[in-house]
């Protein structure tokens, strides 16, 4: 009685591991809205909604963009976006590959020491 219980919890447990990794792997069900790309910002018009994630007071803000030239903003080099939950003022930077002729430019916006510590998603309508 006690080895079939033994033989019987081994065989069980064996069929769920091989039919867990015998599983497909899970698919993403939506990819990140975070915009990082200056065509990304420039695709944004009035009345699109956007969350300001802010990793330093761990908190998101939405917001809607009043204007192009306010979606600009965000990715202008040298700008300063203040948290509006936390407000703290952060810096916009442009990062790309190093080297000349790099195609692939990202905005990142930092804190004094340099640390990306907000992103911007837009949120769908």
């Given at each position: 009685?006690?080895?079939?219980?033994?033989?019987?919890?081994?065989?069980?447990?064996?069929?769920?591991?091989?039919?867990?990794?015998?599983?497909?792997?899970?698919?993403?069900?939506?990819?990140?809205?975070?915009?990082?790309?200056?065509?990304?910002?420039?695709?944004?018009?009035?009345?699109?909604?956007?969350?300001?994630?802010?990793?330093?007071?761990?908190?998101?803000?939405?917001?809607?963009?009043?204007s192009?030239?306010?979606?600009i903003?965000?990715?202008?080099?040298?700008?300063?976006?203040?948290?509006?939950?936390?407000?703290?003022?952060?810096?916009?930077?442009?990062?790309?590959?190093?080297?000349?002729?790099?195609?692939?430019?990202?905005?990142?916006?930092?804190?004094?020491?340099?640390?990306?510590?907000?992103?911007?998603?837009?949120?769908?309508?």
């Amino acid at each position: 009685m006690k080895h079939s219980k033994l033989v019987l919890a081994a065989v069980l447990f064996v069929n769920t591991a091989a039919l867990t990794l015998a599983a497909p792997a899970s698919k993403r069900t939506s990819t990140s809205n975070a915009l990082h790309a200056s065509e990304d910002f420039a695709g944004l018009n009035a009345g699109d909604k956007i969350a300001l994630v802010c990793k330093q007071c761990e908190t998101v803000s939405v917001q809607t963009v009043a204007s192009k030239g306010e979606a600009i903003e965000f990715c202008k080099e040298g700008a300063e976006i203040i948290c509006p939950s936390c407000h703290k003022t952060f810096k916009v930077v442009r990062h790309g590959p190093p080297g000349k002729g790099g195609t692939h430019v990202e905005t990142r916006i930092v804190n004094d020491k340099g640390e990306v510590c907000m992103f911007v998603v837009k949120l769908p309508n």
